[in-house]
């Protein structure tokens, strides 16, 4: 039997013929991730995001992530009573951007949303990731994921260096203007200003 080049089509076991053609990536959507959670799948085994169609493990939490968490959310709960906003602070809460992600960030300012699932897009204000080890794949990843989607305002606190990068502008794969606030000052949403950080209760 005569095989001719790869993107021929071949004969096999001599009677049936298939293109011949590379394996391809199958990327998840979100509603086969939501599946395969709802299966069972992940029981067990931590906590899980779809990043562009590929489930990515998450860090374990430990107590200075979880403090630092925890902080950040009761200050930003006080201002968005003080100032009466029509937005609440979810953590932890599914995100979803686009058909095949659905991240997890640590905070997320929202508007309400009537159909009370996954936030949606729209809905979205300023995320918050708190990054210690996951700090490589927060800027490889997620910062041009959120930037990419278009979410407005991102901010990565960095546990390690002691720094928070502020990020706005979305583009095409990261965000335009980003600064750079060390822990000790006050940093407030752009998009958001009643809402504000006091960093030096991040110690």
């Not at 996951?134 to 997620?142: G, Y």
Request: avoid cysteine; proline fraction near 8%; hydrophobic fraction near 45%.
């Amino acid at each position: 039997m005569s095989i001719g080049p790869t993107n021929d089509i071949v004969a096999v076991m001599g009677q049936e013929h298939f293109p011949v053609s590379e394996p391809t990536l199958h990327k998840l959507t979100v509603e086969e991730f939501v599946s395969l959670d709802a299966a069972g799948f992940f029981l067990g085994k931590g906590r899980f995001e779809l990043i562009e169609g590929e489930i990515y493990q998450m860090s374990p939490l430990h107590r200075p992530h979880g403090r630092v968490i925890i902080e950040i959310g009761s200050q930003f709960h006080r201002a968005v009573e003080a100032a009466a906003l029509d937005l609440e602070v979810l953590s932890p809460v599914s995100m979803r951007l686009g058909p095949h992600s659905l991240p997890e960030p640590d905070l997320l300012v929202a508007a309400p949303d009537p159909d009370d699932q996954f936030v949606e897009l729209g809905f979205a204000r300023l995320a918050i990731e708190v990054a210690d080890s996951s700090l490589r794949h927060d800027f490889t990843r997620k910062v041009p994921l959120y930037a990419r989607h278009g979410v407005p305002e991102l901010w990565i606190v960095d546990l390690k260096a002691r720094v928070i990068h502020q990020m706005t502008d979305p583009g095409a794969e990261a965000y335009s203007t980003v600064e750079v606030h060390p822990f000790g000052g006050r940093v407030a949403s752009k998009l958001v200003p009643q809402i504000a950080l006091d960093s030096a209760r991040l110690a």
